[in-house]
């Protein structure tokens, strides 16, 4: 939509509310002057993005995350067979050995004892075989009876034909599991049926065991034209038998890559182990990668005797997404230190590949998140694992905040570029909710587009500018705004980034989801956001809508500038906010 902005004026004014470290700065009333006479506001209303003279570079080492994963250089993709093995959590990636552009692929390998700091090792896997010679792909690991990890991948032969890998480690008394053989019989499957598409056939998924004894995994592929997750036997995971029916099909065209599947039960904080009996009342989650860019999740039921899996819904368009950010080719993996799943996800760049060749490097993971589901089975939540409290430095706290419209309230006191920021939003009232429109959630990002931070909502939208510069100019908003439903209340929430960088030519999307929400019954609405320079990765209503960001602000490789951060609210319902907490992060120790 069109936009008329202002010129940025703002008032400063001191608040008396209490701090830990120091007095909070208002900036409140009218924010600029003019207004487009539509309803929108003059909050936030700074001069468009412009070019400068000359810009500096993305190549900036400034970009480059202090605690989300990432090699020292070249390019990363997929997450591949993460575990927890004999107290190592092993971290697997596509990863390209020569170079910061995709291609020559193998596996990556790195190792843990906290998800949060890191030792690069040698690659796991190497383009060496006839069966992987165009590429190392995706996969997952199994742990077999008697502590045996496996790692099931696949590959690519010359002719760019696809399929599934197996790989032992070399020696199982090494704590890293630095090497790993690739079996006498590789391939172990092969797309060979008739109706199969030999270059559609890929990223096997954990095992698991049925009744029966036998190991299931799913294989996405494509068959008689339709997309589908291949499903298969096996009593010794090296020679498998396609069952007759998939465990997932679509008439669609899309193919469905990057598969998981995975247990969960309703309302536990525990996760579930594939490889042992699941519980009675659990629910199956079947991840989907489509489009090259959307993780899209269904749950339902799995008849494990009768290998049928019966999503809860049938209507596709409606599933949700794991994230809907930047967010793709997620993996999870049963943590038995701590009795949880696990997940995390490959996050591209979104400059060129000129930049990425300058920068010499491409690619991070987001943060690894506890997955589960909540108490009424219909959604997933997600939160940064427990660890990465570890990283933080000097606390700020504020408590009893009143955000009125148009209120910027700066947070000062911490490390702007490398934060973890939480803040609960409590509504005085709620009859000023607009009414919500279904067709809404047929795309969200293109409601964050047209109700954006700009424009006067009944309740909200309130949140975060993040990354902004000293003018305004730059500036990444992540938002709420609540809507009254029939029956209850949707919150939309949004990660804008259409004006997050002065430099020209990056993606800068607004990223949005819906999430249902009991107003009467919780009353507060929390959003926590990460800040790590070029990522930012945040999550809302306890983790029922995540959305991972990267941006590229000018003004954070510019020394004459700070980075700024404010809660802010420009709804007509006053936004309370009864607890604000940031912390400093520090660098999580890599050495990759």
Not at 46 to 60: G, L, N, T, V
Not at 260 to 280: E, K, Q, R, T, W
Request: aromatic residues 10%.
């Amino acid at each position: 939509m069109a936009q008329a902005w202002a010129i940025l004026l703002p008032v400063l004014a001191l608040a008396s509310y209490a701090s830990h470290l120091l007095l909070p700065t208002y900036i409140t009333g009218p924010l600029c002057t003019g207004g487009d006479g539509g309803g929108r506001s003059s909050f936030l209303c700074a001069q468009p993005p412009k070019e400068k003279d000359q810009d500096p570079s993305p190549a900036s080492t400034m970009y480059k995350t202090a605690f989300h994963f990432q090699p020292a250089k070249n390019w990363m993709n997929d997450p591949s067979g993460p575990m927890y093995f004999n107290g190592i959590y092993h971290e697997f990636y596509q990863y390209n050995l020569n170079g910061p552009i995709f291609g020559d692929i193998v596996w990556g390998h790195s190792v843990s004892t906290d998800l949060v700091n890191w030792i690069g090792l040698e690659p796991a896997l190497v383009r060496d075989t006839p069966s992987d010679i165009d590429g190392c792909w995706t996969g997952s690991v199994t742990i077999l009876p008697g502590g045996k990890p496996v790692i099931i991948y696949t590959g690519g032969d010359k002719d760019q034909h696809q399929a599934q890998n197996i790989a032992f480690p070399k020696n199982r008394s090494d704590p890293y599991l630095r090497e790993w053989v690739k079996a006498a019989n590789n391939p172990v499957l092969r797309p060979d049926e008739p109706g199969m598409n030999s270059i559609e056939f890929r990223d096997p998924t954990t095992g698991w065991i049925g009744p029966d004894g036998l190991w299931r995994m799913a294989v996405g592929g494509e068959l008689n034209g339709y997309s589908a997750a291949l499903l298969y036997k096996s009593e010794d995971f090296l020679n498998w038998t396609r069952v007759d029916h998939p465990l997932y099909s679509s008439n669609a065209s899309i193919m469905l890559e990057c598969l998981d599947f995975f247990a969960v039960l309703p309302g536990s904080n525990n996760g579930l182990d594939m490889s042992s009996a699941i519980p009675n009342g659990a629910k199956h989650v079947l991840k989907m990668g489509l489009n090259f860019g959307e993780d899209v999740y269904v749950i339902g039921v799995y008849d494990l005797k009768r290998d049928v899996f019966v999503p809860d819904t049938d209507d596709s368009r409606l599933w949700p997404r794991i994230d809907y950010g930047n967010f793709y080719a997620s993996k999870t993996f049963f943590d038995s230190k701590h009795g949880r799943r696990i997940i995390w996800a490959w996050t591209t760049e979104t400059d060129s590949s000129s930049d990425d060749v300058a920068k010499g490097w491409a690619g991070i993971h987001s943060f690894p998140r506890t997955i589960r589901l909540d108490s009424d089975g219909k959604r997933l939540l997600q939160w940064p694992v427990e660890e990465i409290e570890s990283l933080r430095g000097n606390e700020i706290n504020h408590q009893g905040l009143e955000l009125k419209r148009g209120d910027l309230f700066e947070i000062e006191g911490v490390d702007t570029l490398q934060a973890d920021v939480e803040i609960d939003f409590e509504l005085t009232s709620v009859d000023d909710a607009e009414p919500f429109d279904p067709s809404w959630l047929l795309n969200a990002q293109k409601q964050c587009r047209e109700a954006d931070a700009s424009v006067h909502g009944g309740i909200g939208p309130f949140g975060l500018v993040i990354l902004a510069s000293d003018n305004m100019e730059e500036q990444t908003v992540v938002h709420f705004r609540v809507y009254k439903s029939q029956k209850n209340y949707m919150i939309l929430m949004c990660s804008d980034l259409r004006r997050s960088s002065l430099t020209p030519g990056l993606d800068t999307p607004a990223y949005g989801g819906f999430f249902e929400f009991d107003l009467e019954k919780e009353r507060k609405i929390s959003l926590r956001t990460l800040i790590d320079r070029s990522a930012v990765e945040s999550f809302g209503g306890g983790g029922r809508v995540c959305i991972m960001a990267r941006v590229y602000p000018v003004s954070l490789v510019d020394d004459d500038h700070k980075a700024h951060m404010y809660a802010f609210n420009n709804g007509s319902a006053t936004a309370r906010v009864p607890q604000l907490r940031a912390w400093s992060m520090r660098r999580a120790r890599v050495s990759i």
